[in-house]
Nanobody, 117 residues
Framework: QVQLVESGGGSVQAGGSLRLSCAAS?????MGWFRQAPGNEREKVAT????????YYADSVKGRFTISQDSARNTVYLQMNSLILEDTAMYYC?????????????WGQGTQVTVSS
């Protein structure tokens, strides 16, 4: 079992920035961020293979979002810049030792990000 505690969501104007944090109760080799807007399916935003640091980004966030980690704090971050209205969603931290983000994924409680014009 892994507990994930997210923080850093909030409301921001378009063009602004936010940084999300996800503190994990223990090390998991693959962690990432997903988001879900009302009426939409949950989508993968950014993930990291923490041993080596390889990353994945959804096309919609490439060049604007950056996933990073602080190994000492067992925390993963999502730096979100140049936010647009379409980034509005509930953001969830995920951890999965299989790195497939399937049914055995652990999820955080979610943090809301709202981008306004």
């Amino acid at each position: 079992q892994v507990q994930l505690v997210e923080s850093g969501g909030g409301s921001v104007q378009a063009g602004g920035s936010l940084r999300l944090s996800c503190a994990a109760s223990r090390y998991t080799i693959c962690m990432g961020w997903f988001r879900q807007a009302p009426g939409n399916e949950r989508e993968k935003v950014a993930t990291m293979y923490r041993l080596g640091g390889s990353t994945y980004y959804a096309d919609s966030v490439k060049g604007r979002f950056t996933i990073s980690q602080d190994s000492a704090r067992n925390t993963v971050y999502l730096q979100m810049n140049s936010l647009i209205l379409e980034d509005t969603a509930m953001y969830y931290c995920a951890a999965d030792p299989s790195c497939t983000y399937g049914p055995r994924t652990w999820w955080g409680q979610g943090t809301q990000v709202t981008v306004s014009s």
